[in-house]
């Protein structure tokens, strides 16, 4: 039971926000009384922290799956995003956003979290696309990867619009990616922009 708790609130909070869903909301939802809900989580905001908690490991587990499928680099980014996408479509106000507004210190926890697992996720990109061609050698790899993810969740923390957060971050690939393209990574990236215009 406390797993699909746990599933229907997460839904629920990226649907219509970590504020507006209440307990209630979350009972009626799941056609059970607010006493079963409250017989895992003593609040809300102890359920709020599950459900982010669950919510990053299973973003992890997404990605460490899109990278074993063996993309280039450059693709590997592209797919990463479109799976960040597709799990934030059904949002209007970004809940990264929300997260911070209403629940600063849970914010604070997940996105410590978040900034450890892309440090690595980065990193490995990076050694990946210049192994390929795609990156040029010599970069500043620690300092790269930091740059990528400061500007990510500095536009996360701050726009309200899920929508124009993803249209942001894709400019932001755009933008580490040509910062550290080889002239062969500037066509693929090239051909991963004309294939979301299609």
Do not use: W
């Not at 989580?41 to 908690?53: A, H, M």
């Not at 440090?119 to 696309?129: A, E, P």
């Amino acid at each position: 039971m406390k797993e699909k708790i746990i599933s229907t609130a997460t839904n629920m909070f990226l649907k219509l926000g970590f504020k507006s869903v209440t307990m209630d909301d979350i009972a009626c939802e799941m056609c059970i009384s607010k006493k079963t809900i409250y017989k895992f989580f003593d609040n809300k905001e102890l359920l709020i922290e599950e459900t982010t908690s669950m919510f990053h490991y299973q973003i992890h587990e997404i990605i460490n799956e899109i990278v074993l499928k063996n993309y280039n680099a450059i693709e590997e980014n592209f797919e990463i995003r479109k799976m960040f996408k597709d799990m934030f479509k059904s949002a209007d106000n970004s809940p990264v956003y929300q997260l911070k507004k209403h629940y600063p210190s849970i914010y604070e926890t997940i996105i410590n979290r978040e900034i450890e697992e892309c440090d690595t996720v980065f990193k490995q990109n990076i050694i990946k696309g210049i192994k390929q061609g795609l990156y040029r050698e010599g970069i500043n790899i620690d300092s790269i990867a930091k740059f990528h993810y400061t500007l990510i969740f500095g536009i996360k923390g701050i726009i309200i619009s899920e929508k124009e957060a993803q249209k942001l971050e894709l400019e932001i690939l755009e933008y580490h990616t040509r910062a550290i393209a080889t002239e062969f990574g500037v066509k693929e990236l090239e051909k991963q922009l004309m294939n979301l215009e299609k």
